[in-house]
């Protein structure tokens, strides 16, 4: 015991003796000041003591419950991570940091098998917040966590925040044994010690603080509380329709008569938050048509939503937008667009009224062999946020953008049961739409428009997709 303790003790005087603490007037993720600084990034030009902290870890880890695979959170405690993985034999995941917000399957690297238990090595902790995220990452792909590793436990919260979401923290040193050991040290005085002691007693952070900073996941958030997110205004009117109407159902009209696109609309209209039409394969269309269609929105509180996919140079984008028999910016609260092109034609679409306009881009699609590529999806999503003033949501077939619920995902390629057409069209489950792939609406066409009773059909939908998004929050 005094033997381990001894070690401890000479660890934080190497810790010291390489800058990685250090004492001043700092601000640490969060936002929060502190007179003490501890960065353990710079350890990776020692090796000798990644080494012997390796080794030190290991005889720690030893007491804990097995565990299958070692992720460190980034970046201070990868090289360690390694280091024990290799001491042990025990396979070693990577969560990628940089790669935030752009899908959840990207972000773990490294073979892992679902229900494999993780041990995370992190390096600090005040709030626990980067362990928290890291939970959430490697939980989304099916490694399940209960315990972590610390170097340094700054005693501002993180035990117990860490607790509160099921982590046992596991601190090789905390803030109290830190200070002791430097003044023991001879390296700090009785001051200090006691201005770091009340800081720390004084600095606490809560888990709500963390949960409000760095813990959103639209796909747990009840679309309520994304309507504070939402930049574009219609994305907020949308979530309120979806709530007051308990859908999040869309129908893609692809009927190609006036009558019937009438009829349907007016029929389904009771169960559907957003009517997508493709209103240039309406064979008798004529400009009067739109108001009938603007009168049933009102009528049963849905938004017009043309799913034109704008592909086009700005120039001629702000025509097909503005101009020709359909007029679509005179109607349609909301269009399609493709990314392909680039900003002009985002730039086309958002004129100057802005408020009555939202656009989903298409990250993604739900056609068999579609030449859309990760890079691809992922430059979409950084349009978006770009103009996330304009831009009401995304679509595609994947739980991208998580980290930004004022952005909606719209899903098509939905059915009962899987499934595809003789075109290309594949076909997802409801619940697997809405919990496994992060649907916040789906758009159901032919599932509605060829059954018998289109009504009753759209009803069903709407009973099973808002059911499948409330188990999805729970
Ligand atoms: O349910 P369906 O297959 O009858 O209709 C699906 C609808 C069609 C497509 O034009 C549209 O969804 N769609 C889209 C959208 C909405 O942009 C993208 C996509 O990837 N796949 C897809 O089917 O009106």
Redesign the pocket.
């Given at each position: 015991m005094a033997e381990f303790e001894n070690k401890l003790r000479k660890f934080a005087e190497n810790l010291f003796s390489i800058g990685a603490i250090k004492f001043g007037d700092y601000t640490i993720k969060l936002g929060v000041k502190t007179p003490i600084y501890i960065d353990l990034r710079v350890i990776v030009s020692y090796p000798k003591l990644i080494d012997s902290l390796a080794d030190l870890l290991v005889e720690y880890i030893k007491k804990l419950p097995k565990f299958d695979i070692i992720c460190g959170v980034p970046y201070a405690a990868l090289p360690l991570a390694g280091a024990i993985s290799v001491k042990l034999n025990i396979p070693m995941v990577m969560r990628r940091k940089e790669a935030k917000g752009y899908g959840l399957k990207k972000m773990i690297e490294g073979v892992f098998n679902q229900g494999d238990r993780c041990l995370i090595l992190e390096d600090v902790v005040t709030s626990g917040s980067s362990i928290l995220e890291t939970v959430r990452d490697l939980n989304n792909v099916g490694i399940k966590c209960t315990e972590t590793v610390v170097l340094v436990d700054r005693e501002q919260g993180g035990i117990a925040n860490l607790k509160e979401q099921g982590i046992t923290m596991h601190p090789l040193l905390n803030m109290t044994h830190l200070l002791n050991y430097l003044r023991d040290a001879n390296e700090i005085d009785d001051a200090l010690v006691e201005k770091v002691t009340n800081y720390m007693k004084n600095t606490q952070v809560t888990l709500t603080e963390i949960k409000k900073q760095c813990l959103i996941d639209r796909l747990r958030m009840p679309y309520s509380e994304r309507i504070d997110y939402c930049k574009n205004k219609v994305s907020a009117k949308l979530f309120k329709i979806m709530l007051e109407k308990k859908s999040n159902l869309c129908i893609?009209a692809?009927v190609t008569a006036v009558s019937e696109l009438l009829d349907l609309a007016d029929q389904v209209g009771p169960h559907i938050c957003l009517l997508?039409t493709?209103i240039d394969i309406l064979e008798d269309f004529t400009p009067d048509v739109i108001q009938t269609l603007k009168d049933i929105a009102e009528k049963h509180n849905f938004l017009l939503f043309e799913?034109r996919?704008f592909a086009d140079i700005g120039k001629t984008v702000q025509l097909q937008y503005n101009k020709g028999v359909y007029r679509i910016s005179s109607w349609a609260e909301i269009v399609?667009a493709h990314s392909v092109t680039g900003n002009g034609l985002l730039d086309a679409i958002k004129g100057s009224d802005n408020d009555t306009k939202g656009v989903f881009l298409?990250a993604e699609?739900?056609?068999a062999g579609s030449l859309i590529n990760g890079a691809y999806t992922q430059s979409t999503i950084k349009m978006a946020l770009q103009y996330n003033e304009l831009v009401t949501g995304i679509?595609c077939q994947n739980p991208l953008f998580t980290e930004h619920p004022g952005l909606i995902q719209?899903t098509?390629?939905?059915?009962l049961q899987a499934g595809k057409?003789n075109l290309g069209?594949q076909y997802n489950s409801v619940e697997v739409v809405m919990q496994e792939k992060g649907a916040d609406i789906a758009?159901?066409?032919?599932?509605i428009t060829l059954s018998t009773d289109p009504a009753k059909s759209a009803e069903n939908y709407k009973k099973l997709l808002w059911n499948a998004y409330l188990k999805r929050i729970e």
């Open positions: 893609a692809d997508k493709h799913d996919k399609t298409l699609t739900s056609s679509v719209l098509p390629g939905v059915q057409d069209q758009v159901v066409g032919r599932g």
